[in-house]
Nanobody, 117 residues
Framework: QVQLQESGPGLVKPSQTLSLTCTVS??????????WSWIRQPPGKGLEWMGE???????YYNPSLKSHTSISRDTSKNQFSLQLNSVTPEDTAVYYC?????????WGQGTQVTVSS
């Protein structure tokens, strides 16, 4: 069973960079046809797909967030990461890392990030 765990600061100041890491266990981030996503849910709103990094390292981004979002990976640590630049209070949300496989998915428990001065 593939498990994912988000880590990172719970509080970020406006205009700073939000950095989160997802540590994967029970499977490799280079497994063919796996895609590793970041999804967030602001308070009182629905889920928003932010982007993903595929098993081969190819990245895809939500067009509305692409200008200040970056997803990368460290295969030696079996981790992938999210960077969100120039954050505002509207970036306050629960952030999830997610594995999308063929026919199934696995989610991390989520981590609350608050953007506030």
């Amino acid at each position: 069973q593939v498990q994912l765990q988000e880590s990172g600061p719970g509080l970020v100041k406006p205009s700073q960079t939000l950095s989160l890491t997802c540590t994967v266990s029970g499977g490799s981030i280079t497994t063919s046809y796996y895609a590793w996503s970041w999804i967030r849910q602001p308070p009182g709103k629905g889920l928003e797909w932010m982007g993903e990094i595929a098993y081969d390292g190819t990245t895809y981004y939500n067009p509305s967030l692409k200008s200040h979002t970056s997803i990368s990976r460290d295969t030696s640590k079996n981790q992938f990461s999210l960077q969100l630049n120039s954050v505002t209070p509207e970036d306050t949300a629960v952030y999830y890392c997610v594995l999308d496989a063929i026919g199934w998915s696995s989610w991390g428990q989520g981590t609350q990030v608050t953007v506030s001065s």
